[in-house]
């Protein structure tokens, strides 16, 4: 007996290995070697950036010096943080990723966020940090971080960090897209600075007595002074 397959049918099972290749993708595949951000062009809006004329294009489009100084952390909770996406640092156009640094004073925390669109690995390059995230059950994962220590923090949760040391720390990190996004808590969440006090004390309150944290080799008594 000759089995007669519908025409959609193969269609669908054609297509369903593209379909679940692109379910699974971060930002979309590279479709050119090099396409570093056309910053002039404002007037086109497409799910990504334009791309520079070929001709165009320069060693210095791979360049950055963003991530070169510290920010400014003469604010209320002494931190900063500087993102280089696509935007502002023109090849990283396509390739899925973008860069960041933080920095954090003594007794200074970045406060909860998260990146809805990328996942965030975070290298210490100086300093005493504990950092963490919550997964969607309310569990929390935090670890002590000291120079050298890479943590991780998965796509789309809310996670922070703050200096637990006794001099600035100063951390990178790479985001697996080119515009992960930034939803900060207390600003989506908060309305009034009042309640951001409240949040910051919470956090702070913490990191002073480091009970219940995993300093994972960090010298708790150095820490506190003792």
Same mark, same amino acid.
Not at 152 to 163: D, K, M
Not at 182 to 205: N, Q
């Given at each position: 007996? %000759? ?10 099972? +054609? ?6 290749? #692109?379910? /699974? ?6 479709? #050119?070697?090099?396409?570093? +951000? ?6 086109? =809006? ?29 604010? =209320? ?24 640094? !933080? ?24 300093? !005493?940090?504990?950092?963490? =995230? ?11 971080? %000291?120079?050298?220590? !890479? ?8 996670? #922070?960090? /703050? ?34 006090? !409240? ?28």
């Amino acid at each position: 007996m %000759k089995l007669s397959i519908p025409s959609t049918a193969i269609s669908f099972l +054609t297509c369903l290995p593209i379909f679940i290749q #692109y379910s /699974f993708a971060g930002d979309a595949d590279n479709l #050119y070697d090099i396409c570093p +951000t056309n910053l002039s062009n404002e007037k086109v =809006f497409i799910n990504g950036l334009p791309c520079k004329n070929p001709s165009d294009i320069t060693p210095s489009d791979f360049k950055s010096s963003l991530l070169n100084e510290p920010g400014d952390t003469d604010n =209320f909770y002494g931190s900063s943080m500087i993102m280089a996406t696509a935007a502002e640092f023109p090849g990283l156009n396509t390739l899925g990723l973008s860069t960041a640094r !933080v920095d954090i004073e003594v007794d200074g925390t970045l406060m909860p966020h998260a990146h809805p669109r990328a996942s965030e690995m975070m290298y210490v390059r100086s300093g !005493v940090v504990v950092a963490g =995230f919550l997964d969607s059950s309310d569990r929390v994962f935090q670890k002590g971080l %000291k120079e050298g220590d !890479v943590f991780v923090f998965p796509r789309g949760l809310l996670h #922070y960090c /703050f200096n637990a040391g006794f001099e600035t720390a100063t951390a990178f990190s790479v985001l697996n897209s080119q515009n992960p996004g930034l939803v900060r808590i207390t600003g989506a969440m908060f309305a009034g600075s009042k309640v951001s006090e !409240v949040v910051k004390g919470m956090v702070m309150k913490n990191s002073t007595s480091l009970e219940g944290f995993d300093l994972d080799g960090v010298d708790v008594g150095n820490l506190l002074g003792e």
